[in-house]
């Protein structure tokens, strides 16, 4: 692990293992609360710097860190591959949808910027002038997944790093080593030292003593909601930003093109096992279309090819481990006791789970009701739109939905009146662009990632008036 930009290690240790096969693939330093206390102590003065460094110099840091993942693609994608189990032809794009986040975190640092403020527009104040501007909280702790977890902690460090801040990155347990990797390339690319920590544990211990410590001024989090729950409990006053995950809806009306929303619903279900919190989960479909869906949807998922993630033409690598992948045949097994018919799919060996789709499932089963996280989608029928709308929003849930439909007061209504953080218009609800606004309403989470957007979360607004009477 990396603490105040220096390599430790410690005789207490994590393994971490390959999902595949369960093999150990390497161990990491398990921290302590020393270590974290430490780190923070440093960042402290990390902060100081980071403020003092100018814009200019933070856009070479950044687009540097860009260019040194560019020349090691190969070494990232590796990692991503033996430690998360994804498909080498998914992390490889993980590893370049990467470089480009820290791009677009080099040119959204040269658009922060604060405004004039009409302070004459009060009676009394007309001899006031003022603007606010924006300032970098000072240090951002950032607590990153397993399923994603280069591009997440890009999406946590880069606009940390555009805005001024010191940042101390907690990997996940389960793939701690490209959190590693990241932070050698951030302290190669000129990020000050005690800028820098990348702190490896568990998140009992290492994440609570982060998120409680009243130093750090700005928690990112993307994870479960039992874990995001603790966090609100523990942060104390301090900003916090949320992504809890989904169980995300896509509809498919009669007007729609069923072989693209077919498409993308193999896309949007199993790309990363499923392991996606944006992930397809939920399929609604206008009943007079629901048998053509469904048999298309059959074909598309037999062709999927699962397996060893390592060869180049697998489409579909393990679940993160065992445990989960009980729980994921668990869940659909139960949707079948409730009533549902599993159509295709529905076995494990071992992390490997068979690409599953389930309909008319019952809305009281787990898979309907929670976040599976993993390669099934489960599929009803549905009269109307207004029916679609209410099984949406029937979810403690609101990160993204789709529709498919050609009818446009249909996308609109839809649009209008399903509660989430993004509506897809003929496309899944997994689309995600790496500037857009990115959260989600209910359980969801709070605030919003996307470049420019963490940037505000990152920024203390400080307002300046000059008062220019003479008297």
């Known amino acids: 692990m990396i603490v105040g930009g220096k390599e430790i290690s410690r005789e207490k240790t994590l393994e971490v293992l390959y999902p595949y096969t369960g093999e150990v693939i390497d161990t990491v330093p398990e921290a302590s609360f020393e270590d974290v206390d430490k780190a923070i102590s440093l960042a402290v003065e990390g902060k100081r710097i980071m403020k003092n460094t100018p814009i200019y110099k933070r856009v070479e840091i950044l687009n540097k860190v860009s260019e040194i993942i560019l020349q090691k693609v190969n070494e990232l ?220 949807l059959i074909e598309e998922v037999k062709k999927i090819k699962y397996g060893d993630p390592m060869n180049e033409k697998i489409d579909m690598g393990p679940v993160i481990d065992e445990s989960n992948a009980k729980r994921i045949v668990e869940w659909i097994n139960e949707a079948k006791e409730l009533g549902g018919k599993i159509v295709i799919g529905g076995q494990r060996d071992y992390t490997m789970v068979e690409p599953t789709v389930v309909v008319n499932v019952p809305l009281n089963a787990k898979i309907m009701e929670k976040e599976l996280f993993g390669p099934a989608v489960a599929v009803r029928k549905i009269h109307d739109l207004d029916e679609a709308i209410k099984l949406v929003n029937k979810s403690r849930y609101g990160l993204q939905a789709g529709i498919f439909t050609e009818r446009l007061e249909e996308a609109f209504r839809f649009a209008e009146c399903v509660e989430v953080g993004g509506v897809m218009i003929n496309e899944g609800p997994r689309y995600r662009a790496d500037f857009m606004p990115y959260g989600g309403y209910k359980d969801s989470g709070i605030g919003r990632e996307g470049i420019k957007y963490a940037i505000e979360e990152m920024t203390e607004i400080k307002v300046v008036c000059f008062d220019l009477r003479r008297e």
Do not use: W
């Open 77 to 296: 994608t590796k990692s991503l591959v033996l430690e998360v189990g994804k498909t080498i032809r998914e992390a490889r794009a993980e590893v370049l949808r990467t470089a480009e986040i820290f791009k677009y975190a080099a040119e959204e640092a040269r658009r922060i910027h604060g405004e004039t403020l009409p302070f004459d527009s009060v009676k009394g104040s007309e001899m006031k002038k003022g603007f606010f501007i924006r300032e970098p909280v000072g240090i951002v702790g950032a607590i990153v997944p397993f399923n994603v977890p280069l591009a997440l902690a890009a999406h946590k460090i880069a606009p940390a790093i555009a805005a001024g801040n010191a940042v101390i990155l907690k990997p996940t347990t389960q793939a701690p080593l490209n959190g590693i990797i990241l932070g050698r390339i951030l302290l190669e690319a000129g990020m000050p030292p005690e800028a820098l920590s990348v702190l490896t544990g568990r998140g009992n211990t290492v994440g609570t003593a982060i998120v409680k410590d009243p130093r750090i001024r700005v928690i990112t989090f993307t994870g479960s909601v039992d874990v995001g729950k603790e966090i609100m409990k523990n942060a104390g006053i301090k900003k916090v930003a949320l992504e809890l995950g989904s169980n995300s809806a896509l509809v498919i009306m009669n007007s729609a093109n069923i072989e693209k929303a077919v498409k993308a619903t193999v896309s949007g279900g199993f790309s990363l096992a499923g392991q996606v919190c944006i992930s397809v989960q939920r399929v609604f479909v206008q009943e007079d279309v629901f048998e053509d869906y469904i048999n298309r």
